[in-house]
């Protein structure tokens, strides 16, 4: 698809559209205007030392102008502003503001000395937001924010998620939402190149401290696109909204060997405000797993193997964006970011394989080793325009998004027997590179009726070209290597999804409801090309996805919701790639290019109740979905040269699941320095269907639960602990194990409060490891598998013009401010 020129141009429209009809306020701009100065000193009351950015507005009596300056490290400010009557601000954070009304600016005016002291109630309840769980129930979302969470700090993407209640993040780095790995992650309520072209790798190497709250979005209207089952969790980056200069610094380093920074900035002045958010991580990650096999097979050469691997991952990553947002008039904003990523990895894995025979004597061993280096680069673009008409909550929007991806990764495998004779045997090397261009059109229209009524109308466009070429190399006995051409392969992959949606909603005394419908249309056209493969497969299908979410509140705090949602699971590239992984000899990946899509329908009843000391949320959920992914093993009939069968593992569509389940979390504040959590999901899935004459049909019952208790020590030192406990889990070939980790942390705030010292441990019992059982016709498989051992941190942060805990971030794109209605 031909994308470049046509984002270009679209990205234009707003300005040319805003450009020709904008009138400035003011009347002839050519008219000389008579200006004054405005002069003084803002000092700290307590302390007598001056406030550096501290903000002063001045504005119109009558009038909708609005005027500003800014005092410099000697608390001193200087600006000019026309001839009028003015009410003028003078403010710092979590200071009072002091105000004079009704000032006459005729001549230029000096203000002296403008002492401002610390507001302590304004401090008190910051602390108090801050400390609880500030969980917000709206008609199609829950709302965690990140805030004091010690364990997090200095860590990823994946380790906040891991502590989101309903939220669960397995050993392999997969994010489950209630039980349900098909969660789609958005980042401000958009597709990111933050995640990237590898989900479960990009959450890994984004840093924590870039985060302000996850939104748990499980019952989606009709504005979210449909992907995902099991719904969705958006990700809200920090930008804060106050006048002046603000910001948070994070350095940190750990054992194994890891450390980075990360830092947010903002800057407002005016009409303009400035964003930025950087971080930095260089990290070793050793893992390790275990593969003891039995084969039933006749063509198994041996009838045992014992397989260990030794993983240590190293990654060096950079996330970098920068953004303008700028009022072009009172209710009119343009905003526009450059979002950059830069990953390098060099993975170094030593594969160890014994075989056995009949009577469990060793007979062959063979020593694999894989040195992978790969070098990834993302480069986003993202405009938005949003103009609000005089009727509140009236207004469009138009987001254009642009990104470019490209991972090239290469590696040698070296093989060498080791018993019964020091062989070594001949090498191999593949070669990959991965681009990707996606493009994202989206203007959504919101049209309140009366006071209590709201339609809302949109239209989504995004597209995705994914190309893999990749080349396999094997070594000849002069050293040399040649291209395997059975193996070297061509994927092309294109995707256009195009949606239109409507929703409509309208508020009933304490009863609000909002109904919706979506239709998408998806074309996907994949080419494989390879020595043995030329195939051009097409996939068209439109999909209707209702929704409907009801509340009634029976006071500010306590509610009963309902929601009803349709959604939908689309193969990703690589499930319907035909062409197999080379990353082991005897475990294979291939995917399915027959696969389909799954459609769910999904019900969810929540209640929510906030008491003095503790808030509580619950809800029971039930899902039906049709066409179902479900990976299987199955014994491909080949062998190593070795003669170790090898397995291969693909994605299936199975008839059916039926899921249900409950969960609660619930926050307890029994002292003001003692604060405790818990939450707890149960679920069922029962599964239909049959492959190749083979009945894949399973029930199984699991549940997980986290506990996090945080407790002030004295010294005022903070201590925090969480437990996670997940269950067994299983489907018709493999069952898994429970699982437990705990995460613990220590914390104590320096410099007056403007820095926060943290020292925490990941996985402090090194427990958090897959144990699985495969059980097919031709083989069982016991396997372990540890993605990182256990990890200490130690952080420092420091806030510059902000206190500790204090949230007022905006949630651009799409976050908190796209549905209040009935909230």
Known sequence: MKISNLFVFLMLIPFIAFGQNRQRPGGNANQQKVMFELRGEIHEKAANVPLEFATIIVKQVK????????????????????EGQ???????????????????????????????????????????????????????????????DMTVKGGTASDVLDNVPSVTVDADGVVSLRGNENVRILINGKPSGLVGLNDTEALRQFPADAIAKVEVITSPSARYDAEGTAGILNIILRRDKLQGLNGIGTVNLGFPEQYGFSTSVNYRVKDVNFFTNIGYSDREGPGNARYETTYFSPQATYPFTDQRIDYNRGGKNLNASIGLEYYLAKNTSITGSFLYRDSKRDNLSENVTDAYDDFDDLVNATYREERE????????????????????????????????????????????????????????????????????????????????????????????????DYKFYDENEQGDFIVNDSLTN?????????????????????????????????DIDIRSIGKEIDSVNNKYYVNPFPTANLVYEFNENENITLGYNSRIRRPRS???????????????????????????????????????????????????????????????GETTEAGIPII?????????????????????????????????????????????????????????????????????????????????????QTKSDPMFSTNMAFSKDVLKGNGTLVFNVDDLFNSRK????????????????????RQFRLSFTYRFNQKKGRQRQRSPGGGEEEMNFGS
Do not use: C
């Not at 600016?105 to 401002?116: H, K, P, R, S």
């Not at 399973?698 to 020590?713: Q, V």
């Open 490 to 522: 061509l994927f092309l992959y294109e995707e256009l999804i195009s949606a239109v949606y409507g929703q409509y909603g309208k508020k009933f005394g304490k009863f609000s409801m909002l109904l919706g419908l979506r239709l998408e249309a998806t």
């Open 648 to 732: 291969r593992r693909s994605p299936i569509n199975l008839n059916t699941e039926d899921r249900y389940g409950m969960e609660f979390s619930a926050n307890y504040t029994p002292k003001k320095n003692w604060r405790f959590g818990a939450s707890f999901n149960y679920y069922n899935s029962t599964i239909d269907g049959e492959y190749d004459g083979v009945d894949f049909g399973s029930e199984f019952n699991s549940w997980f639960a986290r506990g996090s208790s945080k407790l002030t020590l004295p010294a005022k030192i903070d201590w925090q602990t969480t437990l996670m406990f997940r269950g067994p889990r299983q489907n018709s």
């Open 63 to 82: 009038g909708d102008k609005v005027f500003g300056g800014m005092t410099n490290s000697k608390g001193k400010f200087s600006f000019e502003v026309p």
């Open 574 to 636: 690589w499930f319907i790639n035909p062409f197999p992984s080379q990353s082991s000899q005897t475990n294979i990946f291939q995917g399915n290019p027959d696969l389909d899509p799954s459609i769910s329908h999904g019900m969810d009843l929540g209640y929510y109740r906030r008491w003095q000391k503790i808030t509580f949320n619950t809800s029971v959920y039930y899902s039906r979905a049709t066409d179902i992914f479900q990976f299987i093993s199955s014994d491909t």
């Open 373 to 468: 280096e790969s070098e990834g680069n993302v480069f986003q673009y993202d405009l938005n325009f949003l103009h609000k008409f005089k009727k509140e909550g009236h207004q469009i929007d138009l987001d254009l998004q642009f990104q470019n991806n490209d991972d090239i990764e290469s590696s040698l495998i070296t093989n060498e027997e080791t018993f019964p004779s020091s062989i070594e045997l001949l090498s191999q090397k593949f070669y990959s590179d991965e681009t990707q261009n996606r493009f994202l059109i989206q203007s959504d229209y919101v049209l309140p009726i009366g006071e209590d009524q709201q339609l809302e109308l949109g239209i989504r466009i995004n597209g995705n070209d994914r190309d893999t």
């Open 86 to 148: 003015y009410h003028i601000s003078f403010e710092f954070i979590s200071f009072k503001t002091i105000t004079k009304e009704n000032v006459s600016v005729n001549q230029d005016m000096d203000f002296g000395e403008i002492f401002l002291e610390e507001d302590s109630e304004t401090l008190d309840e910051v602390e108090l937001i801050a400390e609880k769980s500030t969980m917000e129930v709206k008609l199609d979302k829950k709302i965690y924010n990140v805030g004091k």
């Open 770 to 789: 897959r144990v699985s059982n495969t059980l097919t016709e031709t083989f069982e498989q016991e396997s372990s598998f540890q993605w990182r051992q």
